[in-house]
């Protein structure tokens, strides 16, 4: 499946570039990814739309009645299922990525959300990356190339 995603955002790394899933579907086909792989990568994306267009994307200093923005002082506690599937590693990515200011509370929920939808278990680094870069690529967000560069550090996987 990742492979597929890593094929999406290199050809359609704007996401409002990309067709409608069915088409998309069709055309991964066309491209010569095995069916499974298809399926998955199709839900997947379902899943990341869902989850990241149909949810507020709230900036820090921003506050209304319904949102308060995550303290200084708050603390993510992972489940038991989010530390199994996504390890120590992973776990310590995505915290080397909120102190660097680089995933917001709201990105890293939508991060978690599809790493725990995703077939693989546990998540591999690597896999989890694309997962970031999927996120980005959902919100219409670039990352700075220095987080780009940490992101896309797999030649093997992403060219650009």
Request: glycine letters at 2%; hydrophobic letters at 40%; proline letters at 3%.
């Given at each position: 499946m990742f492979e597929v995603l890593v094929f999406v955002y290199e050809n359609y790394w704007h996401g409002d570039a990309c067709p409608e899933l069915h088409q998309l579907g069709r055309k991964l086909s066309a491209v010569g990814?095995?069916?499974?792989?298809?399926?998955?990568?199709?839900?997947?994306?379902?899943?990341?739309?869902?989850?990241?267009?149909?949810?507020?994307?709230?900036?820090?200093?921003?506050?209304?009645?319904?949102?308060?923005?995550?303290?200084?002082?708050?603390?993510?506690?992972?489940?038991v299922a989010e530390q199994d599937r996504l390890g120590a590693a992973c776990l310590g990515f995505i915290r080397f990525l909120e102190t660097a200011d680089v995933l917001s509370p709201h990105m890293?929920?939508?991060?978690?959300?599809?790493?725990?939808?995703?077939?693989?278990?546990?998540?591999?680094?690597?896999?989890?990356?694309?997962?970031?870069?999927?996120v980005y690529w959902s919100v219409g967000l670039e990352p700075d190339a220095l987080v780009l560069?940490?992101?896309?550090?797999?030649?093997?996987?992403?060219?650009?």
């Open positions: 990814f095995e069916a499974d792989d298809i399926t998955q990568a199709l839900q997947w994306l379902d899943g990341l739309n869902i989850a990241s267009h149909h949810t507020e994307l709230i900036d820090i200093g921003q506050s209304s009645p319904e949102h308060h923005p995550e303290s200084a002082h708050s603390l993510r506690v992972y489940s890293r929920e939508i991060v978690l959300d599809r790493a725990m939808a995703a077939a693989t278990q546990p998540i591999d680094l690597d896999d989890l990356k694309i997962i970031v870069l999927m560069d940490e992101l896309c550090d797999d030649a093997d996987r992403v060219a650009h």
